[in-house]
Nanobody, 119 residues
Framework: QGQLVESGGGSVQAGGSLKLSCTAS????????MAWYRQAPGKERELVSS???????TYADSVKGRFTISRDTGKSTLYLQMNSLKIEGTAVYYC?????????????WGKGTQVTVSS
């Protein structure tokens, strides 16, 4: 029910683009809030973007205007289009779903996909 599978990571030069995908179960995709997080080496995990069932999105200040989160209900897939990538965008990117109010945490996590941005 909660399985998430990310794809689309890779290596890109600064200024380039990548599009990440996260395939979820139809149940969680249709009922849950979903998000993208990232964790850079030696740093804490940070929220990049999130979206509710209606498609209303939030973004970290560091990616506003460059990243776009979207959902394809028919494919139960969450996307993160990343443009104008910066070197500091190098991180493992994780997909998460189903926010738990009681735990103040997402219930389900993917294994992550590596994004490396070089100069």
């Amino acid at each position: 029910q909660g399985q998430l599978v990310e794809s689309g990571g890779g290596s890109v030069q600064a200024g380039g683009s990548l599009k990440l995908s996260c395939t979820a179960s139809a149940y969680s995709f249709s009922t849950c809030r979903m998000a993208w997080y990232r964790q850079a080496p030696g740093k804490e995990r940070e929220l990049v973007s999130s979206t509710n069932r209606s498609g209303t999105a939030t973004y970290a200040d560091s990616v506003k205007g460059r990243f776009t989160i979207s959902r394809d209900t028919g494919k139960s897939t969450l996307y993160l289009q990343m443009n104008s990538l910066k070197i500091e965008g190098t991180a493992v990117y994780y997909c998460a779903s189903c926010w738990s109010v009681s735990r103040r945490e997402y219930n389900y996590w993917g294994k992550g996909t590596q994004v490396t941005v070089s100069s």
